[in-house]
């Protein structure tokens, strides 16, 4: 499975545009990017995912470079409400069908009015 | 609504007695996992079930087990609770291909070992 590595934090103010970066180096052909979020109390709940260029849906964006290398989660107009923590997973989809994901420590966004 | 149901909510033992976890998805997903999260920290996969009748270890198995009682159902039993094992626990379940289709998360037991 391919490591993840992301900020521990950030901090943002309502109403602006917040940017959460995933590096995954080692990342597999077969490898595709997911995104969780985490509010206090709850489960992760899934947001988004995507395999490269670029994804949008009702809730984030996602952007893959070419090399896939990296992604980046972006939040447009945050709200106090966005404030979770942030989870980049990395899952490879082989040809067996079942693949279990690994949560790291994910990243803590922290939205200020 | 659909999706994944953990009872109890709250649980508080003393160290050394024993409980089960349960934990049912009506979304008829093949694939069910338990993991634990210990405060600050991320997620860690304890046990997991591929499809019903199968169970494998995952990252921290110890002092805990598993049962995959029908493919709605999956449990999780702490034979001799430490209070190493305080800690919410989270179970999930998912397609096949969670990589593709996501995991769904029940809302956690908060488990407090004394």
């Known amino acids: 499975l391919a490591k993840t590595t992301q900020p521990i934090s950030m901090d943002s103010y309502e109403g602006q545009e917040v940017n959460i970066t995933c590096s995954h180096n080692?990342?597999?052909?077969?490898?595709?990017i997911t995104w969780y979020q985490q509010f206090p109390s709850q489960g992760p709940r899934f947001i988004i995912q995507g395999y490269k260029t670029k994804v949008t849906n009702e809730v984030a964006s996602l952007f893959i470079p070419a090399d896939r290398k990296s992604s980046t989660l972006s939040l447009p107009r945050v709200s106090l409400s966005d404030t979770a923590v942030y989870y980049c997973?990395?899952?490879?989809?082989?040809?067996?069908?079942?693949?279990?994901?690994?949560f790291g420590t994910g990243t803590r966004l922290l939205v200020s009015p | 609504n659909a999706g994944v149901t953990q009872t109890p909510k709250f649980q508080v033992l003393k160290t050394g007695q024993s409980m089960t976890l349960q934990c049912a998805q009506d979304?008829?997903?093949?694939?069910m996992y338990w993991y634990r999260q210990d405060p600050g920290m991320g997620l860690r996969l304890i046990y997991y079930?591929?499809?019903?009748?199968?169970?494998d270890k995952g990252e921290v198995p110890n002092g805990y087990n598993v049962s995959r009682l029908n493919k709605r159902e999956f449990s999780l039993r702490l034979e001799s609770a430490a209070p190493s094992q305080t800690s919410v626990y989270f179970c999930?379940?998912?397609?096949?291909?969670?990589?593709?289709?996501?995991?769904?998360f029940g809302s956690g037991t908060r488990l407090t070992v004394v």
């Open positions: 997973l990395v899952g490879d989809l082989t040809n067996t069908g079942f693949q279990k994901l690994v």
């Open positions: 079930s591929a499809s019903e009748g199968t169970t």
């Open positions: 979304m008829n997903h093949n694939s």
């Open positions: 080692n990342i597999a052909t077969n490898d595709y």
């Open positions: 999930a379940s998912s397609e096949a291909l969670p990589a593709l289709y996501g995991y769904t």
